[in-house]
Each structure stands twice: as C-alpha cells, then as structure tokens.
C-alpha cells in the first residue's frame, strides 16, 4: 500500500489553470491512479484516471480542460486543470488503486472565483 499526498490547490479566477500533484510513498507503476473531486455538501466524483498503460479517461464536466498524467519514476500524478470554471471549486483527492489495495490521499483545496 501507498501513502497519497495531493499539493499545488489553492485560489485561482475563472478562466485559470491549476496543476494538482500527487505524491506517492512508494512505486505506482501497476497502479491506477485517479484524481475525484468533492465539493461542499456533495458527494465524492470522478474527474480522471489513468492506468497502468497510460490510458486515460475523464469525467464528462472536465473533457477537453483537464490532463492527467503520471511519472513512474517520480512516483507521482499531475492533473492540468485549464480553462477553470467555478463549479471546478472543490477538494481535490488523489486515489491509487491495484490489485491487492487502494488508497486515498487527505486532498487538496481548489477554489475557483467567478
């Protein structure tokens, strides 16, 4: 199992861009690695994923903004975030997934101001 730290949230005016990063305690190279988002008095949603091989899918609200990438040898995930929006607004949790666990990062905060 991996321990998750999210960094790179924080305030940013709609129309701006945000690299979220996903620091891993030790190697992802057969995980899949996904960014979800929650925000205030909502559930937790899907916003992108990547797997092993680098085959990428994303929630339908963030197609063609948001890039999700991974350096194996980092250990660790990015998510792009352009053309913000505010309705982008929300904590921002890394998750690794494989075949013997799954873990979650504590998230990081992104507000988008209109």
Same mark, same amino acid.
């Given at each position: 199992q991996v321990q998750l $730290?999210? /960094? %790179? %949230?924080g305030l940013v005016q709609a129309g701006g861009s945000l690299r979220l990063s996903c620091a891993a305690s030790g190697s992802i190279f057969a995980t899949t690695m996904g960014? =979800?988002?929650q925000?205030? %008095? *909502?559930? +937790?949603?899907? $916003?992108?994923r990547i797997? /092993?091989?680098?085959s990428t899918n994303y929630a339908?609200?963030?197609?063609? +903004? =948001?890039?999700?990438? +991974?350096? #194996?040898? *980092? #250990?660790?995930v990015y !998510?792009?975030? #352009? /053309? !913000?929006k505010p309705?982008?607004?929300?904590?921002?949790y890394c998750k690794a997934e494989?075949?013997? =666990?799954?873990?979650?990062? +504590?998230g990081t905060q992104d507000t988008v101001s209109s």
């Open positions: $730290v999210e /960094s %790179g %949230g960014w =979800f988002r925000a205030p %008095g *909502k559930q +937790r949603d899907f $916003v992108a797997t /092993s091989y680098g339908d609200s963030v197609k063609g +903004r =948001f890039t999700i990438s +991974r350096d #194996n040898a *980092k #250990n660790t !998510l792009q975030m #352009n /053309s !913000l309705e982008d607004t929300g904590v921002y494989a075949f013997s =666990f799954v873990s979650w990062g +504590r």
